[in-house]
């Protein structure tokens, strides 16, 4: 994949500097449950970085806390060499995250839950907000979708939509929380496809948390791997394809063993 | 001691809320849309339950003023009495009633099920303050349609009691009559007195039910739990606040 230190806005071809991410020590505690421990990587601008683990390994709240929705306890997370918990932050740095449900808004049709984020910060006439969303749409090859309202749309489609709307904030760092679960393969491999083209089309900075082995190893241009809420692993493909940490050969091709199964050993 | 503190922290966290919409108030055309669909629901859609309620009320006010006037004196005073107790204390205490139970309710299961599932993080991240679009309008539009819904309680309860009492047997007086008392013995200030306790009931229900849904966390079960706390907690606050905003009027 071709490396760029730009992204390019989809509507109006204009070029800016892409944004990298750092995180420095992070931990987070809720309560007296630690959920991430002392984690600090770095994402390059332009690149896909996916982040895997299992369930519960703190993936999401690590995501949360790069958009400013979380507070670290200890630690720091600076995008673009800013303060992510800094209100200014979200203001100077275009950072769009595509939620695992959605996250659409159910009350809006297609066309609007696009439309919100431009009529909202004013960045255009209705006509030329009409123009990028529907450029948008078309991009996720969505055209027919606008007057939908979320209830009627699959579960490919809503992901779809969710990214289409990501993608009129015109942003410099994607973000992508599970974006092919509960999907069926043909629709998993779609979303990967988008993630990678949205990122060699534009070179939008893209953090891709999943559990999905397929997509981490199609589109990753370098994985991190949490468990337990530390960071086990960071490399590229290659290197995860050969794991030397048997937890993570594990957890990347897990053995189904009916005599002596998982779930009997797991903590309750 | 648990209780206590959660009660503190919902006082904190409703006036922090209240202090937020302020500071957005002045966004409120750019919010136009929504605050004009807010006074729809809030105003029309509540509409008919108000008057069908607000007839019956002043209805039974004028029969049970005139089963008690029979033994003790000029049933004249019926109007006054059905007057006075609709425009100082009924209207503005069932229609605040009515706001809770049907728009409050509606208010706080929206925002919960925006929070349960990610609508509102959904906005964060998009930097637009949910404060701004989903508060703000609702509390401008309950400031605006809380007067013009109590007055409507007060005519029509008016009206519901002027044709019972003519058309009731032991009662029978003349809605001229039933009137005329209530020209001689109210005057605006009666009706101010209701209107400004209205506008204090509608507002601190809508921000409470709000800031309730807004702080909903969990699961879809928490909905309804947060339905339920919204309801409650509003009926409670509008018969406390009702003691105290009499008492400081009167």
Request: glycine share 8%; charged share 20%.
């Amino acid at each position: 994949m071709s490396e760029s230190t730009h992204t390019t806005n989809p509507f109006s071809a204009v070029q800016t500097p892409a944004v990298g991410v750092k995180i420095q020590h992070l931990s987070k505690s809720f309560g007296t449950v630690e959920v991430l421990k002392d984690v600090s990587f770095e994402v390059q601008p332009g690149e896909i970085f996916v982040l895997m683990g299992p369930s519960g390994s703190g993936k999401s709240v690590l995501l949360k806390h790069i958009v400013g929705l979380e507070l670290p306890t200890s630690g720091q997370v600076l995008v673009d060499g800013k303060d992510a918990a800094a209100e200014e932050t979200r203001e100077q740095v275009r950072m769009a995250l595509v939620f695992q449900a959605g996250a659409l808004f159910n009350s809006l049709s297609v066309y609007d839950n696009l439309a919100l984020y431009p009529r909202e910060h004013r960045v255009g006439k209705e006509s030329e907000i009409r123009e990028k969303v529907m450029r948008a749409l078309q991009i996720l090859s969505l055209d027919n979708a606008a007057a939908k309202f979320p209830s009627e749309l699959s579960g490919g489609m809503r992901k779809r939509v969710a990214i289409a709307r990501a993608l009129v904030m015109e942003p410099q760092l994607m973000l992508y929380d599970e974006p092919t679960s509960e999907l069926d393969p043909v629709m998993s491999a779609t979303i990967a496809e988008i993630i990678a083209t949205l990122k060699e089309e534009y070179h939008v900075t893209s953090i891709v948390v999943s559990h999905d082995r397929d997509l981490t190893l199609a589109i990753g241009e370098r994985v991190g791997i949490l468990m337990g809420g530390k960071l086990l692993f960071l490399g590229n493909g290659a290197e995860l394809r050969a794991p030397k940490d048997p937890k993570i050969a594990d957890f990347l091709s897990p053995k189904i063993d009916v005599k002596n199964p998982r779930f009997r050993q797991l903590e309750t | 001691m648990k209780p206590f503190v959660r009660v503190l922290e919902g006082v904190g966290s409703t006036v922090q809320l209240m202090v937020r919409a302020a500071y957005f108030l002045p966004t409120l055309p750019r919010q136009f849309g929504r605050f004009i669909d807010q006074c729809y629901l809030i105003g029309y859609t509540t509409l008919p339950i108000v008057a069908i309620l607000s007839f019956f009320i002043g209805s039974v006010l004028a029969l049970q003023a005139g089963y008690a006037a029979q033994n003790l004196g000029p049933k004249q005073f019926i109007g006054l009495l059905v007057g006075l107790s609709m425009a100082r204390e009924l209207a503005p205490v069932m229609v605040a009633v009515l706001l809770a139970g049907r728009v409050g309710s509606a208010i706080a299961a929206e925002l919960a099920s925006m929070k349960v599932y990610q609508e509102i993080d959904a906005l964060e991240t998009m930097n637009i303050p949910p404060v701004r679009m989903l508060v703000m309008p609702r509390l401008v539009a309950v400031v605006v349609m809380m007067p013009v819904l109590t007055i409507i309680a007060d005519l029509v309860g008016w009206f519901g009691g002027a044709i019972v009492a003519k058309y009731t047997d032991f009662i029978a007086i003349e809605p001229a009559s039933y009137f005329a008392t209530m020209r001689q013995y109210m005057d605006f200030g009666d009706v101010m007195n209701g209107l400004v306790k209205a506008e204090a009931f509608g507002f601190v229900v809508v921000l409470v039910c709000c800031n309730i849904g807004l702080n909903t966390r969990g699961g879809p079960r928490e909905i309804g739990a947060a339905v339920t706390r919204a309801v409650v907690t509003s009926l409670i606050i509008i018969l406390v606040l009702d003691y105290f905003v009499t008492k400081a009027l009167s």
